[in-house]
């Protein structure tokens, strides 16, 4: 027999015990207190079942995929469950069809970088502060391939202009890197920085880096419709077209300093270990998932090959 009592209190246990582990779990714990609660209005008493499990991810109607995700996250925590509740029911994997997806990104060229960052300048209000921050944060995502809540949690200690890094705290893992930077980002952050502290006056170290016009911290979700308002404005929305996201900046990035390791000669096999660690990365493999075989990159890795082809060639020759 188990101590729980409802499907509440199987879930904070379930939390709690892999937040201890380091995992934030932010999204997934919304989702599971969504299904605990719809377990409640629908009178389930007892160990998770699978009736129970596909009933509650068939409620996200928007697409397959998000269904099979809704049925993964409450199928993690059944295997959570049966440790303690041998009666709990594990759906099987991929019941739904699967819960993960690639989605093609959109690698933004570098006239696509300029237009947007040209556009941010034109946002409303004009003499204020968000227009100063769209732009300083969507170059900085490009210019560093940051994650945009590592960005958006920067403070203004955080951020050490004279020695040209950032000090990314509290990541994905809950570890902390440091980012290098270039110095025309340096400078960029810093232009940021002196308008930012004119428009609202701060010598905290704690104060956030990235502000609103209400001199509150700007949010993902201020990013996020302000990011919506530029692709309207260039025109970037399509019909029957995925338009470009924020998080294909960071695609963008791991991809343009793949092709620029390339044309520099550099060994791509050894650096794709200082591109994960720069990008924050547990593991290289999660490094290759940014990677994207657009033409000029395939081009150069063409020409690689048929030049160590050739050589191969040669030797055998001999």
Not at 30 to 48: I, V, W, Y
Not at 57 to 80: F, G, I, P, Q, W
Not at 206 to 221: I, T
């Amino acid at each position: 027999m188990s101590h729980w009592i409802n499907m509440h209190e199987r879930v904070e246990d379930y939390l709690t015990a892999r937040r201890r582990l380091g995992y934030k779990l932010q999204i997934e714990g919304q989702e599971l207190h969504r299904f605990a609660r719809f377990a409640e209005q629908h009178g389930h008493s007892g160990a998770l079942t699978i009736e129970l499990a596909v009933a509650w991810a068939n409620t996200a109607t928007s697409s397959d995929l998000y269904r099979a995700r809704h049925l993964e996250t409450v199928r993690v925590l059944a295997k959570y469950c049966a440790l303690f509740e041998p009666e709990t029911e594990i759906p099987p994997s991929r019941l739904l069809g699967p819960a993960h997806r690639r989605m093609s990104p959109h690698i933004y060229t570098m006239q696509e970088i300029a237009k947007l960052l040209d556009a941010a300048v034109e946002l409303k209000p004009q003499d204020g502060l968000r227009p100063a921050t769209m732009r300083c944060l969507l170059g900085l995502l490009y210019a560093t391939g940051m994650r945009i809540s590592e960005a958006l949690h920067l403070k203004c200690g955080d951020v050490d202009f004279e020695q040209g890094i950032i000090i990314v705290k509290e990541t994905k893992f809950r570890k902390c890197r440091y980012v290098p930077l270039h110095p025309t980002t340096v400078q960029a952050l810093d232009d940021y920085a002196r308008f930012r502290d004119r428009q609202m006056p701060t010598t905290s170290a704690a104060a956030p880096f990235f502000l609103s016009d209400n001199g509150k911290p700007f949010n993902y979700r201020q990013g996020l419709h302000a990011f919506q308002s530029l692709r309207r404005q260039i025109d970037w929305e399509s019909p029957g077209r995925r338009p470009p996201r924020v998080h294909d900046l960071r695609h963008t990035f791991a991809c343009h300093r793949l092709l620029a390791w390339y044309e520099e000669g550099v060994d791509v096999n050894k650096a794709i270990l200082l591109l994960s660690v720069y990008l924050g990365h547990s593991k290289a493999t999660d490094t290759y998932w940014y990677l994207t075989g657009i033409p000029s990159l395939m081009d150069l890795a063409a020409k690689r090959f048929e030049s160590s082809a050739s050589k191969g060639q040669e030797v055998s020759h001999e």
